[in-house]
């Protein structure tokens, strides 16, 4: 299937590794070109290299800088001409009870996770033209809470419910925004908060998922052949999530 991606171009936050590397991959693989950023210029340079240096540029930055979506949308118009959209990926808040989190713990995500994430999606929105798309990587916790991870039950449907708004916003001038809701993803996170024990237990398929095919999903989510897909949270889970 053609995805319509060939020439088109793209920002990926996080991009350096996991969800976001890997839907930087399947773009690349169908034709695009991505500015990827993350914290560490060491592992934004290794990820360019994987990517390859025609198809990729990178940053270092942080979501929780105001000054990092513009930055990011400058390296796009002044390397490749044009901007199509963004997927926004940060990494989740640290493992804690909603009720012992620190309040520097619920500000520090609040920061990053949440503003960073709303600050992005309309600078970027606000840049796109007609047949622009922004997928936000939140979590499966958009619809049901995660034992032990407190802030990200707290932060996650709030960012939800901001990406059904900007999407009324949007619309009309032809931008989409969708959600992305990941479960159990074979990234370093995921096996970090298992103590290198799989959870596998309420999967209906079985096992976790790959990156690649969350990646697979976003690339599809931000490209042509999702004209008329835009509010919706998509939940990519392997069947975990038992509500509607």
Request: glycine letters at 14%; hydrophobic letters at 45%; charged letters at 20%.
């Amino acid at each position: 299937m053609d995805l319509g991606l060939s020439g088109r171009v793209y920002l990926v936050t996080g991009g350096s590794a996991g969800l976001g590397f890997a839907t930087a991959r399947a773009l690349v693989d169908d034709g695009a070109r991505v500015v990827l950023s993350s914290r560490a210029q060491d592992k934004v340079d290794r990820a360019v290299a994987d990517l390859g240096a025609d198809h990729a540029v990178g940053l270092a930055a942080d979501l929780a800088d105001p000054v990092t979506p513009q930055r990011l949308i400058d390296t796009a118009t002044s390397t490749y001409g044009r901007l199509d959209g963004a997927l926004l990926s940060v990494g989740g808040p640290p493992p804690a009870t909603a009720a012992g989190a620190t309040d520097e713990q619920w500000r520090q995500a609040f920061e990053t996770v949440f503003l960073g994430a709303v600050r992005a999606a309309r600078t970027v929105a606000a840049a796109l033209t007609d047949g622009g798309a922004i997928g936000l990587v939140l979590s499966s916790s958009v619809r049901s809470p995660i034992t032990g991870l407190g802030v990200s039950n707290g932060l996650r449907p709030g960012l939800a419910m901001v990406t059904k708004d900007m999407a009324d916003e949007y619309g009309p001038r032809g931008v989409r925004l969708v959600g992305l809701l990941p479960g159990r993803i074979a990234t370093d996170r995921i096996l970090e908060l298992d103590h290198g024990t799989p959870q596998y237990g309420g999967i209906p398929l079985g096992r976790y998922g790959t990156p690649a095919e969350f990646g697979a999903v976003a690339a599809f989510v931000l490209s042509p052949a999702a004209s008329y897909l835009t509010g919706s949270l998509v939940t990519v889970d392997g069947g975990a999530l038992r509500c509607l």
